[in-house]
């Protein structure tokens, strides 16, 4: 499903934004994030959206309170409270943040990187192969409508034409990223030995090679700070060997986000949850709600299963990579490994779209004496979560998410202009967006909530 933002989005139901105990657990993405950055980001977002209304700008306040966290080092979580002036509800919107930047800073070395970029590209080629016949065979049944963007198309069910949005080229884009990041690589790594070889063998380079070299090891090093800062997080983060350093931060992260969700569920002072993820921050929150789903399927968890389908409501995902490092979910196995792909499969299995049970069948036609396994694990015991997907066309990271169901897709048009630039710009600019947080008080938040369908 997609939507086209609106020329000024309107909370529908001010008088109940405040009707409900929410907690919203934000997730920051890659960089240099700095602790309690994200609860102001998010934060400053909402404050510009609630002043836009009317009726609600000058009947709400902003508290600073702490909750105790044991896991913590100074015991304290910290939290920004919405709530109304003269409360004639006793709701509130708590706002708390998943921090985890200290633990991938530093850690992926431009080789680390470099191998997982050509990882990257081969797990790709694998895993889009299928999505490519389904394509092909879907085109075959359409006509491109004229009046439609591109990948849009028109497919005739009985007397009746429905439209039919085809999977985006998430696998060019892919291509052509690595490509790019890794001459910059391969540059970082030979520009040094160049400079040694001229020194070494032409007279009178010295003085010249003195002045010229800062010069370049300056513009190479803002490079290097960005692919060690950026890339670097992803490249740690999305490490599935568990033999690696890295898979053991990875889990890190992970069971972090996964034990903050929880603690947010098991709360009383709460009747509803929310997650927000910005870029690879949405990658771990859809990890975390998929390990959830997986624990809440255990006998011994009945109470963490009333408690998460009754009170986890909400996805925010924006600025996300989700469909881009798809493949990262369905472990890549040997073609030969059925079962073993079918069990990561019922693993990661939230709003899983048909591309996951395709790819499962594409392994068992290649094996005639496969066998198609059958689950205990309820991949819809979640489904009720509102799942709410921005995307802007010039952000290099996030796009409108097709692997995946039961969500809505919204691209955004960012009020202030030079957000809409291509490049970091639109992945920052839903931030201070107003429809997404709109959104979250119109289709989340609010009694007469709308479920997506």
């Not at 431009?110 to 092909?136: C, D, M, P, Y």
């Not at 603690?263 to 949850?273: G, H, I, M, W």
């Not at 472990?331 to 030969?336: G, H």
Request: charged share 25%; hydrophobic share 40%; net charge neutral.
């Amino acid at each position: 499903m997609a939507s086209n933002t609106s020329p000024k989005a309107i909370i529908e139901q001010p008088e109940s934004v405040f009707a409900h105990k929410t907690a919203v657990l934000t997730i920051h993405g890659i960089g240099q994030q700095k602790p309690l950055e994200t609860i102001d980001d998010f934060s400053r977002g909402l404050i510009k959206t609630l002043n836009q209304d009317e009726k609600l700008k000058k009947n709400f306040f902003v508290h600073h309170h702490i909750k105790p966290n044991v896991k913590s080092t100074d015991g304290v979580r910290n939290l920004l409270r919405f709530a109304e002036i003269q409360p004639q509800k006793k709701g509130c919107i708590d706002v708390f943040e998943y921090y985890w930047a200290n633990l991938t800073e530093k850690k992926a070395s431009l080789n680390e990187i470099q191998n997982w970029l050509k990882r990257t590209v081969a797990g790709s080629r694998k895993s889009f192969r299928f999505i490519q016949q389904k394509i092909q065979t879907e085109k075959n049944m359409m006509r491109q409508h004229p009046e439609m963007p591109s990948g849009q198309y028109v497919e005739r069910v009985g007397n009746q034409m429905e439209t039919k949005i085809m999977y985006r080229d998430s696998e060019q884009y892919l291509f052509k990223l690595s490509a790019l990041l890794n001459r910059w690589l391969w540059l970082q790594i030979w520009w040094k030995r160049v400079f040694e070889y001229l020194k070494r063998n032409m007279p009178g380079f010295g003085i010249f090679g003195f002045l010229v070299e800062p010069i370049l090891e300056r513009l190479l090093m803002s490079g290097n700070t960005f692919i060690m800062d950026y890339i670097g997080d992803v490249t740690v983060y999305t490490t599935i060997d568990d033999k690696s350093e890295h898979y053991n931060i990875r889990q890190k992260i992970l069971n972090g986000a996964v034990e903050h969700i929880i603690s947010l569920l098991e709360d009383d002072d709460y009747e509803q949850v929310i997650i927000a993820g910005h870029s690879l921050g949405s990658v771990i929150a859809y990890n975390a709600i998929s390990r959830i789903s997986l624990l809440i399927n255990l006998p011994q968890n009945a109470k963490l299963r009333e408690l998460a389908t009754q009170k986890l409501k909400g996805l925010i995902t924006f600025g996300s990579p989700l469909d881009k490092i798809y493949f990262f979910f369905r472990e890549m196995s040997a073609e030969q490994d059925y079962v073993r792909r079918q069990i990561v499969a019922h693993s990661y299995s939230f709003k899983a779209s048909e591309a996951y049970k395709e790819d499962i069948q594409d392994l068992m036609a290649q094996n005639p004496n496969a066998l198609m396994l059958n689950s205990e694990v309820d991949a819809k015991i979640l489904d009720d979560i509102v799942w709410l997907n921005f995307h802007h066309q010039n952000d290099p990271v996030s796009g409108h998410l097709d692997f995946y169901e039961g969500l809505e897709n919204i691209e955004c048009i960012f009020e202030n202009q030079p957000d809409n630039r291509w490049g970091f710009h639109a992945h920052l600019g839903y931030w201070l967006h107003d429809e997404m947080y709109v959104a979250l008080l119109n289709k989340i938040l609010t009694p007469t909530q709308e479920k997506v369908s």
